[in-house]
């Protein structure tokens, strides 16, 4: 389980019952959700949250640094609770699924001076792309 209602609380975010939902919905391992998804989830949670209410808060949460907004090709943006333990995604080509994964090694020690261009590297993203279990079954 991810400590996403735990940190938000901890920077002192008004917890209203439509912040909480949200949260709620992203919390946990893996969750890499849309906001049409955050929001049918939020819905039958709490009936009257509306739409706009829970792209506000996504923002909010993005804008916090609390949740990552993860785009994978030409796909809908997900959000990623899993926002302050270095991570890496796997995505499955067929069906969109997102696993977070956490390989060892140190990916910038591996690029080479020669590749660096002059650029000051502060982060790295990868994204590994293969096929799930399920896809591969069908």
Request: aromatic share 4%; net charge negative.
């Amino acid at each position: 389980m991810s400590d996403l209602l735990e940190r938000l609380r901890e920077r002192g975010w008004r917890m209203t019952a439509q912040r909480r939902v949200v949260a709620e919905v992203l919390d946990g391992d893996h969750v890499h959700l849309t906001a049409d998804e955050v929001h049918a989830r939020a819905v039958a949670r709490l009936p009257e949250i509306s739409r706009a209410t829970v792209y506000n808060t996504l923002g909010e949460m993005v804008t916090l640094g609390e949740v990552l907004e993860v785009s994978t090709d030409r796909r809908a943006k997900r959000y990623d609770p899993n926002a302050h333990r270095p991570h890496h995604h796997l995505v499955c080509a067929h069906c969109g699924t997102i696993r977070d994964v956490h390989p060892t090694g140190d990916l910038l020690a591996d690029l080479p001076t020669t590749e660096r261009f002059g650029f000051a590297i502060s982060d790295v993203e990868v994204t590994y792309r293969g096929t799930c279990p399920n896809c591969a079954r069908g």
